[in-house]
């Protein structure tokens, strides 16, 4: 790593917090060692981090607790980068974790401290990359006005995520995902997106919620909004649609392909 990070370390026992600080540090990274579910808000407020290794069980507030606080709260940024790594079985808790807002899950069992430097060193990097082909497909989309959209997608299961995320990227358009109705309203708020999805239930805030925080922003209620649904009862379609949304799809009877026509006929 060329530029030293700033990282996080949310661990109570102070002797494994300063284990895994020297092994940080000594790889050049700058830590911060965070006790109590308290303190992780207050310093990740008061400084700017790469990176936050989030224990689950803490003192005052569960990590679970944290994390939703961190993603549903307006005042931390967006891109802040949350990987759990805790005690807790990875199979029971990741996809929890990670529909509240988590980058990524590691089992503190999985590596030894020395291990685990590299592990986050990966991390940054990928997630570096990330940012990077995000950036190279913006400046792309300078030049092609029909690719390079950006389209957030609001959607808790990871089948329809992946279904209907990747066709629309094949298509050529930047897709940014939330994966619960909470982290989807503040990404709406402090992001531009040219169309936003949604699914209609989703945890920590509905799709009808989101709409309606959406349309009371003066320069975003003319953003393309379509709603996706589990199912398509008439009582429950006819609020939404008052709400001006562009489609409602029943999801489990939509293509790729079909969502991606519309969605190119709702930005041409």
């Known amino acids: 790593m060329t530029i030293m990070a700033k990282i996080m370390l949310v661990e109570d ?17 700058e830590v ?17 981090f790469d990176l936050i290794l989030l224990d689950m069980v803490l003192p005052e507030m569960s990590g679970m607790d944290v994390l939703k606080e961190l993603r549903g709260n307006t005042e931390y940024k967006s891109d802040l980068k949350v990987v759990v790594f805790s005690n807790l079985n990875k199979t029971e808790h990741e996809v929890e974790a990670r529909k509240n807002g988590a980058n990524d899950f590691i089992g503190k069992t999985e590596y030894s401290p020395s291990e685990l430097v590299g592990v986050v060193q990966r991390l940054l990097n990928e997630y570096e990359e990330q940012k990077k082909n995000k950036a190279r497909l913006n400046i792309s989309s300078e030049d092609n006005a029909s690719t390079g959209k950006k389209i957030l997608f609001i959607e808790d299961e990871e089948i329809f995520l992946e279904m209907f995320g990747k066709k629309l990227e094949s298509e050529g358009y930047v897709v940014e995902y939330a994966k619960n109705g909470a982290w989807g309203s503040k990404l709406a708020a402090e992001k531009d997106f040219d169309l936003i999805i949604t699914d209609m239930v989703m945890p920590a805030m509905g799709g009808d919620e989101i709409i309606k925080r959406i349309r009371l922003d003066e320069t975003k209620n ?9 199912s398509l009862i008439e009582e429950d379609i006819k609020p939404v649609r008052d709400l001006g949304i562009s489609e409602f799809y029943e999801k489990t009877q939509l293509v790729p ?5 519309r969605v190119k006929e709702l930005l041409n």
């Open 222 to 230: 003319n953003i393309p909004i379509i709603v996706l649904s589990a």
């Open 13 to 29: 026992d102070q002797m494994i917090a300063e284990i895994y600080t020297k092994k940080f540090e000594a790889a050049g990274f």
């Open 257 to 261: 392909s079909d969502l991606a026509r």
């Open 32 to 48: 911060v060692n965070a006790v109590t579910g308290k303190e992780v808000l207050k310093y990740a407020l008061e400084g700017n």
